[in-house]
């Protein structure tokens, strides 16, 4: 049964690019890990686990989770409190991006990215912290980041996002960083608490048009999977990509 192994962890929009290079990397890394791999559409998180069930990966399982709808959400929290009774981390990959560097966005973009990337996020957070907070040791949640949410590189005319634009989408991960920071300074008592965000990288997915320069997504796997196993002396409060510690 799941709820013998060491670790359940839910991965958001993992059933592809990042989100499902993370759960491979976790389940064939941890086999004490039981993997709930999550995405909007049934077929295709059956899909995706059926892909990893092939490789041999036996601790996964699919999860129809919608972060923009408030009833996917509660339902998808109900299903693991009744089949695992807790969670020991969180990985918020479920993102939506913008197709180019436009100089201006209307309403309703920017609203459709604002209630995936940061309302989305926080609502998912704030439906499973109950099933994180009945963790048997460490807590960790992992937020996934971007450089173009980094306001001093922004700010720094000699970094390359200097004069990117991709608006909506880089002010949106610069508020998932201010979210993330909240719910990190909320457990600052408690060592057991984990709570970072890290940058990925440029990595080639359907985000962003499978783009040339994008390096494979299993590179952009790496840091999320070292947040998502962090020890009690672990740091929380960060925002790292695999080289290390970035700019805010």
Not at 98 to 122: C, H, M
Not at 205 to 228: K, Y
């Amino acid at each position: 049964m799941a709820d013998t192994y060491t670790h359940i962890v839910l991965v958001t929009g993992a059933n592809q690019g990042i989100g499902f290079e993370t759960a491979k990397k976790l389940a064939t890394e941890h086999a004490d890990y039981h993997i709930i791999l999550s995405g909007r559409r049934a077929q295709a998180v059956d899909d995706a686990v059926a892909r990893l069930r092939a490789l041999g990966l036996t601790n996964l399982e699919p999860l129809v989770l919608d972060i923009t709808s408030d009833e996917s959400i509660t339902a998808a929290a109900a299903a693991v409190a009744s089949k695992h009774g807790r969670l020991d981390a969180l990985i918020n990959n479920a993102a939506v991006a913008v197709a180019d560097q436009a100089k201006s966005f209307p309403r309703d973009e920017w609203l459709r990215i604002y209630n995936a990337n940061v309302a989305g996020t926080a609502l998912v957070t704030d439906a499973f912290l109950p099933l994180l907070e009945k963790a048997k040791g460490v807590k960790r949640i992992v937020n996934l980041s971007s450089g173009l949410g980094g306001l001093a590189e922004k700010a720094d005319k000699a970094q390359f996002v200097h004069r990117l634009e991709y608006g909506a989408y880089s002010v949106s991960k610069a508020a998932l960083n201010s979210l993330t920071l909240h719910y990190a300074a909320r457990y600052d008592d408690d060592e057991t608490w984990k709570i970072n965000m890290v940058c990925p990288g440029l990595c080639s997915t359907n985000l962003n048009g499978f783009m040339a320069a994008g390096e494979d997504p299993a590179m952009g796997a790496i840091v999320a999977c070292w947040a998502a196993t962090l020890g009690v002396e672990g740091e929380t409060g960060t925002f790292r990509d695999r080289h290390g510690v970035k700019a805010w």
